[in-house]
């Protein structure tokens, strides 16, 4: 029996809906062009037409997977972050619009002191995962030299691959090992006048708390932040001189949870001149600075 395309999204609205999907009807519209490879305006223009067989079985398949809550971006393959999309797969975490605070500040100090000495700058990414950080500085900045970090080979793979799609394969050096450490063999060792980091921050305690849509689908490595939420800020900390230029700065972010006790961490550590802190739009703090 054939379905034309209004009746397939009628049929998954509904089925999207009953599993608490919000905005069933837009996710509907978003899994169905994506299998068709067609924009949602275009989709919309094909109401009448009848499915092919394939695609409505596939359609059925992925509305199932999204009705169990599966993440709409390892369904699609794809997440736009800083305006550009993205591939994403399991093996990494899902960008997050909060993320885009790190970049803004980043660009931001980094513009500024290019404009003030007029010179190149080295830019590390501590956890880099897809490779969103990295490869969105290294588009917006063509005279840095990036530099990104993750202990998941699997993950840089991907990283590698969102990198060759904006023609960034020979500008971004990618290493695997857990951050600081996957330097330590480079001679002259490398330093860097920004390091910007998105690490796990999630607390055991909290990681029992997810909602099911990230704790059944999203690499747990890339949440587990330790007893305390705060093992990935003190392993940077604890090597971070022996790879700074002078007046270097640190960018990491935070959960809206965090901005004391990350606050702390900088402070205690001895290393910066100045700390501050940052708040996302939804006035939570999301981001802690360090300048040496």
């Known amino acids: 029996m054939k379905i034309t395309v209004k009746e397939a999204l009628k049929w998954a609205s509904f089925c999207l809906h009953e599993a608490g999907i919000d905005k069933s009807r837009a996710e509907a519209e978003l899994l169905l062009a994506n299998i068709l490879s067609l924009d949602r305006l275009r ?30 971006a390892y369904i699609t393959g794809e997440k736009y972050f800083y305006g550009r999309p993205f591939v994403i797969r ?32 080295r830019i590390l990414d501590l956890g880099t995962g897809s490779g969103v950080l990295a490869i969105t500085l290294a588009l917006e900045l063509p005279y840095a030299e990036v530099w990104a970090i993750d202990i998941a080979p699997a ?8 990198a060759s799609r904006y023609n960034l394969g020979k500008r971004i050096i990618f290493l695997q090992g857990s951050y600081f450490d996957s330097l330590k063999s480079l001679q002259p060792q490398p330093r860097f006048n920004l390091i910007v980091s998105n690490p796990p921050y999630i607390s055991q305690a909290e ?40 007046q270097a700065m ?43």
């Open 43 to 72: 989709l919309l223009t094909t109401q009448e037409d009848f499915l092919a067989d394939s695609d409505y079985s596939k359609y059925k398949n992925t509305v199932k997977r999204r009705a169990n809550h599966e993440p709409l």
């Open 90 to 121: 399991q093996e990494v975490l899902i960008p997050r619009p909060e993320t885009e605070l790190l970049v803004d500040l980043a660009l931001r100090w980094a513009k500024k002191k290019a404009d003030v000495e007029q010179s190149g700058l």
């Open 155 to 162: 993950a840089l793979n991907l990283a590698g691959q969102n």
């Open 207 to 246: 990681l029992d708390k997810l909602p099911s849509s990230v704790a059944a689908f999203e690499p747990r490595a890339a949440l587990d932040g330790g007893a305390d939420g705060l093992d990935s800020y003190r392993a940077i900390l604890k090597k971070l001189a022996n790879y700074t230029e002078p």
């Open 250 to 292: 640190l960018m990491v972010e935070i959960s809206s949870t965090q901005g004391q006790a990350v606050t702390d961490l900088f402070t205690n550590s001895g290393l910066f001149r100045l700390i501050g802190s940052r708040q996302d739009l939804a006035n939570h703090p999301r981001v802690i600075l360090g300048l040496l």
